[in-house]
């Protein structure tokens, strides 16, 4: 199983990214799909999720509003869009799989996980 999350980079406060992550190896309609984040020297973090067929989303108090998960499960990819970005989104994304379900928050429901991709909000 190979998760390949990209997309990050460096952006200013109040711009745009959209996060992708590419799934091989696995079933991926099986697969709840949700991104996690840690920041230097912090926790990692629930951020979003999305279940098999996209009919339910979840996120957290900090990304509601902003970010955007959805999945192409014919292109076996989930996406975040994240927008009106501040600096203490600055962390490194990951994306993970879970096959059991209900969406869950805690980062030891999940299975597998990308590698990560570097997002910076400075001005």
């Known amino acids: 199983v190979q998760l390949q999350a990209s997309g990050g980079g460096l952006v200013q406060p109040g711009g745009s990214l959209r996060l992708s992550c590419a799934a091989s190896?696995?079933?991926?309609?099986?697969?709840?799909m949700a991104w996690f984040r840690q920041a230097p020297g912090k926790e990692r973090e629930f951020v979003s999720a999305?279940?098999?067929?996209?009919?339910?989303?979840s996120y957290s108090d900090s990304a509601m509003g902003r970010f955007t998960i959805s999945r192409d499960n014919a292109r076996n990819a989930v996406t975040l869009q994240m927008n009106s970005l501040k600096p203490e989104d600055t962390a490194v994304y990951y994306c993970?799989?879970?096959?059991?379900?209900?969406?869950?928050?805690?980062?030891?429901?999940?299975?597998?996980w990308g590698q990560g991709t570097l997002v910076t909000v400075s001005s």
């Open positions: 999305i279940m098999r067929y996209g009919t339910h989303t």
């Open positions: 190896g696995l079933t991926f309609s099986n697969y709840h």
């Open positions: 993970a799989a879970d096959p059991r379900g209900p969406i869950g928050v805690g980062p030891s429901r999940y299975d597998y």
